[in-house]
Antibody, heavy 118, light 107 residues
Framework: QVQLVQSGAEVMKPGASVKVSCRTS????????ITWVRQAPGQGLEWMGW????????HYAQRVQGRVTMTTDTSTSTAYMELRSLRSDDTAVYYC???????????WGQGTLVTVSS | DIQMTQSPSSLSASVGDRVTITCRAS??????LAWFQQKPGKAPKSLIY???GLQSGVPSKFSGSGSGTDFTLTISSLQPEDFATYYC?????????FGPGTKVDIK
């Protein structure tokens, strides 16, 4: 069965970087892109970006452009999202999701809480 | 960017009620519209794709309709497990954008 398993919660200082992983199984990794979405406490869903697992092409949201890098490791079927220069308003649960087709996502990871606090 | 709005922002309903949530896009998105359900502390769950397609494994009490700019999600007979927040999302173009959500709680 399709599974996306994310890395554990992180507590980071302002200005630091965090790298969240998303290990996939149950399907051919390179056939489906990965989308990253985040959710600040008590808030709605915010799309962060998309990466092709086939050729590593990316699209990033303007709000995090310049601070985010999405990558993949096809040998381990894992996607990564690194966010740099963390601020308090980056505190959120970060989700990865499989892009089934044309940016529609069908399976989601369980989420990773990133807390940015001094 | 394409802006998504939802109404109502919250609603109270009883078990067995028929519930309809509306989503509007700021420009024509054809049928590139998805609906997600999210329960507290859980990841979103995909319900509907292509405005009206039912994601595999989702019960048929959920249905979606619409095209262009106006869309609806209907739950035919609300059950206790359906109390959650529902989000619409356009995926016609980057950046993908979500509606602000509609919280459905128990009357």
């Amino acid at each position: 069965q399709v599974q996306l398993v994310q890395s554990g919660a992180e507590v980071m200082k302002p200005g630091a970087s965090v790298k969240v992983s998303c290990r996939t199984s149950g399907y051919t990794f390179t056939s489906y892109p990965i989308t990253w979405v985040r959710q600040a406490p008590g808030q709605g869903l915010e799309w962060m970006g998309w990466i092709s697992t086939y050729n590593s092409k990316t699209h990033y949201a303007q709000r995090v452009q310049g601070r985010v890098t999405m990558t993949t490791d096809t040998s381990t079927s894992t996607a990564y999202m690194e966010l740099r220069s963390l601020r308090s308003d980056d505190t959120a649960v970060y989700y990865c999701a499989r892009d089934l087709y044309s940016n529609y996502v069908d399976y989601w990871g369980q989420g990773t809480l990133v807390t940015v606090s001094s | 960017d394409i802006q998504m709005t939802q109404s109502p922002s919250s609603l109270s309903a009883s078990v067995g009620d028929r519930v309809t949530i509306t989503c509007r896009a700021s420009q024509d998105i054809s049928n590139y519209l998805a609906w997600f359900q999210q329960k507290p502390g859980k990841a979103p769950k995909s319900l509907i794709y292509g405005a009206s397609g039912l994601q595999s494994g989702v019960p048929s009490k959920f249905s979606g309709s619409g095209s262009g700019t106006d869309f609806t999600l209907t739950i035919s007979s609300l059950q206790p497990e359906d109390f959650a927040t529902y989000y619409c999302q356009q995926y016609k173009s980057f950046p993908v954008t979500f509606g602000p959500g509609t919280k459905v709680d128990i009357k």
